[in-house]
């Protein structure tokens, strides 16, 4: 059996996105999410299930590599407020038996506190985060050893093969990425505070400015139009090498694309920009 219209679109996500209130940068990427916000809500999904990372926040001394919240909140941060997610329980609870019988071995998580790798997409596609049900699908992105680009895109796979049997219209998020290496994810550590973590930001922000690298990102971008797994894999591969830590986050974006049957992408926008030290990059596809 398969469900009726999946969308699926990955975006890129930024803090400094979210402090810049006055809209001073990134014209370009805020145009390209009008446009796919108001695709989305054209699509007018059942249900999300939304690919995040982790900025080792939620996972701190026990991190998996994939995982399945069965219920979550997402945490106050960069001037918005915490709010809860409605994780719908009978597809949620089905997902995770799924993966399992898939042979993967996921954590469950429940009443998890999520930040701005889950919020910021929602409130950028959707009217908020309570718009739509979700289902959240960490994966981990920060904190090595990392899961290998091959398997997150077989993990992506099967969770598309659950949706498969879904009678339900689904928007599939894959959200972090391009190029970008946030300083606090530079240093190799599995538990920072909070105060900890806002100094050594503050201390490496002006680098990390010059820390995007666009060929990077569309060669990225290039290969996720016509959908070559292997060249995306080969990319994710060296992310950290050639574009930064952060830009290991597009393990969600392999996932979501595999969740979505494996189809070529259209890049909606892409803009490198500096104050939110983030390749900003948008695509979508539809199955």
Request: charge should be negative.
């Amino acid at each position: 059996m398969s469900g009726p219209d999946r969308l699926i679109v990955c975006a890129s996500h930024s803090p400094g996105m979210m402090r810049d209130v006055e809209h001073v940068y990134g014209k370009e990427f805020r145009d390209g999410l009008a446009r796919v916000r108001a695709l989305v809500e054209e699509f007018a999904p059942d249900v999300v299930v939304l690919f995040g990372g982790d900025h080792r926040r939620a996972f701190r001394k026990v991190v998996p590599s994939f995982a399945v919240a069965l219920s979550a909140a997402i945490m106050a941060e960069a001037g918005r407020s915490a709010g809860a997610l409605r994780v719908p329980p009978e597809p949620a609870r089905g997902l995770a038996d799924h993966l399992l019988d898939a042979g993967f071995d996921i954590t469950v998580c429940r009443d998890i506190e999520l930040d701005h790798a889950f919020a910021q997409p929602l409130h950028d596609l959707t009217e908020g985060l309570a718009a739509y049900p979700v289902i959240p699908v960490p994966i981990n992105c920060a904190t090595a050893p990392l899961p290998t680009p091959g398997r997150v895109l077989e993990f992506g796979a099967a969770v598309g093969n659950f949706l498969d049997g879904l009678d339900e219209r689904v928007l599939v998020i894959g959200t972090g990425g391009l190029s970008h290496s946030p300083p606090s994810l530079e240093v190799d550590t599995h538990d920072m505070s909070d105060e900890e973590r806002a100094r050594i930001i503050a201390a490496g922000y002006a680098a990390a400015e010059k820390k995007i690298r666009p060929e990077w990102d569309r060669a990225f971008l290039d290969a996720l139009t016509t959908w070559d797994a292997t060249r995306l894999a080969e990319l994710a591969a060296v992310a950290t090498e050639q574009a930064g830590v952060g830009a290991n986050e597009v393990r969600t974006w392999l996932a979501a694309g595999a969740a979505g049957g494996g189809k070529p992408f259209e890049c909606v926008s892409y803009e490198p920009v500096e104050k939110w030290i983030t390749g900003m990059g948008l695509a979508i596809s539809r199955r």
